[in-house]
């Protein structure tokens, strides 16, 4: 019996799809090469802009054909678009012939619902599960082994669907990151190691007692072996001078920071609800320049936010070409259903957007172009 997953979205979600493999190898399938041989596929969706959704749905209506040549398929689709009950529902409503629609809280559960289905039921699920639940890995990402130390988001960017579909922030226990990397690192086949969060930069405030992300980093550092660490993604309003320290004292740390300012504008930034101002984040870029000198620094940019002026977009564009980032990754701003923004009046029309993310670009182009002639 073969499987075949197809993973849409970040590197939380390509980590979760090594969750999924682990799962569907316990139960005794192999991984597939083509979906036309698979005796389960799974889709692993992503819901943060329009675009992801409408390509995870265009792919999973192609599998009707599949599905009608072969009865036995069975056909799972979980991640972030699955988390919101609505689309959910939606996803089952078109697509009758999909038979397992699970959110992100519950991929243990994976294994018993499939069972489940060989039995003839077509099943959901949305509530919480546990996020320290100890799950099989097939780790798939060649010498780099992701490590997940926290899930969900508490900032409720106005823009953003990730804290509606991920929950509120939830840190795992120090000493099950710990054992894990342990683990990693005897296993010998792993040069990285890169943790993952939506916001890292706030691991283990939720936690009894609390614990600080630097604190996190050290304690990781000092682990016997040979290996490189990194991590993602951090926000600048929680971005300590205590982790760019870490960063910049401890060896195996990777001299590299993804940094989303999302926009160079007061009052975006504001109406975004990002807590920090273009003057604080511009404070932070030469706070991690002068302790770290040979840092590289990446960031992500939504253009068009509702009500974004020429003006403010050319703030942001200036921005970037201050900082000269490593490189940058421009988003055209896309309303979710059920955020704040999506309600705001104001809304910027497609073809300005597009005008906003090609010149940042090509600023990008450009500075990156001198950078290697450099
Ligand atoms: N529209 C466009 N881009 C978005 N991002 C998050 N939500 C949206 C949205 N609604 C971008 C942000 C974030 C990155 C992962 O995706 O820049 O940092
Ligand atoms: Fe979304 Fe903001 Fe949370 Fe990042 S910090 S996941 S952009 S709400």
Redesign the pocket.
């Known amino acids: 019996m073969k499987y075949f997953i197809v993973t849409y979205g970040c590197q939380m979600n390509v980590h979760e799809s090594e969750k999924i493999a682990g799962i569907l190898e316990g139960l005794g399938y192999e991984e597939g090469k083509t979906r036309e041989e698979a005796d389960i596929i799974v889709f692993n969706t992503c819901a943060i802009r329009e675009g992801a959704e409408d390509r995870v749905l265009g792919n999973v209506g192609n599998l009707k054909k599949l599905k009608k040549k072969n009865k036995n398929l069975i056909i799972a689709v979980c991640g972030c678009m699955t988390q919101k009950e609505q689309t959910a529902q939606k996803l089952m409503n078109t697509f009758p012939f999909i038979d397992i629609v699970i959110g992100t809280f519950n991929l243990p559960k994976l294994g018993y619902y499939i069972e489940a289905v060989k039995k003839g039921r077509q099943l959901e699920l949305f509530s919480e599960g546990d996020i320290d639940e100890v799950l099989p890995y097939k780790r798939t990402s060649g010498d780099n082994a992701w490590v997940n130390i926290m899930q969900g988001?508490n900032?409720?960017?106005t823009y953003?669907i990730?804290?509606y579909v991920r929950g509120r922030e939830k840190s795992r226990k120090e000493e099950n990151i710990l054992k894990e990397i342990k683990e990693i690192v005897a296993e010998g086949k792993y040069k990285k190691i890169t943790l993952l969060g939506?916001?890292v930069n706030s691991y283990g405030q939720d936690l009894t007692p609390q614990i600080s992300f630097a604190k996190l980093l050290k304690d990781i550092c000092a682990l016997d072996g040979d290996f490189t660490l990194s991590f993602m993604?951090s926000?600048p309003k929680d971005l300590t001078d205590e982790v760019i320290d870490v960063i910049a004292s401890e060896d195996k740390i990777e001299k590299y920071i993804h940094l989303?300012a999302q926009s160079g504008n007061n009052r975006i930034l504001k109406l975004m609800n990002r807590k920090y101002t273009r003057e604080k984040y511009l404070e932070i870029i030469d706070k991690i320049r002068a302790k770290i000198p040979s840092c590289r620094i990446t960031s992500d940019f939504i253009v068009g936010f509702p009500t974004e002026s020429d003006e403010e977009f050319n703030d942001t564009y200036d921005l970037a070409e201050r900082v000269r980032f490593d490189s940058i990754f421009a988003f055209m701003y896309s309303p979710r259903e059920g955020t704040v923004a999506s309600k705001m009046e104001g809304q910027i029309p497609d073809k300005i957007k597009h005008i906003r993310v090609n010149k940042l670009l090509a600023l990008e182009k450009k500075i990156q172009k001198e950078d290697n002639k450099r």
């Open positions: 988001c900032n409720f960017c953003c990730v804290p939506q916001n993604t926000h989303p």
